[in-house]
């Protein structure tokens, strides 16, 4: 039976999410830990979530702790690995949080269900079959032990700069303007990543 307490941090979460779904009850398990441990959502910049995939889960950590890509403190490293790592910067402590594998094995019939839906082969009845297991998949990971579904560790924060506010600069080639980290000098003049690489693969 799922608590009060997680019962709103889930609806909260589909609200932002579209649906309920075995990634995004990990992400709320997650956030619940980092919010009891390292302090209130983020209103600014004091709390940062640094997340190693860019699955279902991270909906959750940005309705829930207030890690944004907007405000700058979520930070995506592309390693594709159920791990999670949050700093509080007032508080200059930091939690690694990762998944155990053991927790979130997906029984054969939900994968097969999962594939025909992603491939548009299910028909309604296996889609309807697939919803429960998905939703049934969810509320087991929402109320699994804490120790039987995660490992947490508090390690030492790694310097990270505020987010910073860069000028805009116009690519030459397409009239778009970039970021100006972002731009790459051909010739000595300004573009775009996209027009860059499309101009050198040329060459």
Do not use: W
């Amino acid at each position: 039976m799922i608590s009060k307490d997680t019962e709103f941090m889930l609806k909260k979460s589909i609200s932002f999410h579209g649906h309920q779904c075995p990634g995004l009850a990990m992400g709320i398990r997650v956030s619940q830990v980092a919010l009891r441990e390292l302090g209130k959502p983020s209103k600014d910049e004091e709390m940062v979530a640094i997340v190693e995939n860019n699955s279902c889960g991270v909906d959750a950590i940005q309705a829930l702790v207030g890690c944004t890509f907007g405000k700058g403190n979520l930070i995506f490293n592309d390693f594709g690995k159920y791990v999670y790592t949050f700093m509080n910067r007032e508080t200059n402590r930091s939690l690694r949080i990762s998944i155990k594998k053991e927790a979130v094995i997906t029984d054969k019939r939900h994968l097969e269900l999962f594939t025909r839906v992603k491939e548009k082969t299910a028909s309604q009845d296996e889609i309807g079959e697939f919803k429960q297991l998905h939703i049934k998949k969810s509320n087991e990971i929402l109320n699994l032990p804490e120790e039987d579904l995660l490992i947490i560790k508090e390690v030492i924060p790694e310097p990270l700069p505020m987010a910073l506010i860069h000028e805009s600069v116009e690519c030459v080639r397409c009239g778009e303007s970039a970021m100006e980290t972002r731009i790459r000098l051909l010739n000595g003049e300004p573009h775009c990543i996209p027009c860059f690489n499309e101009l050198t693969e040329t060459v």
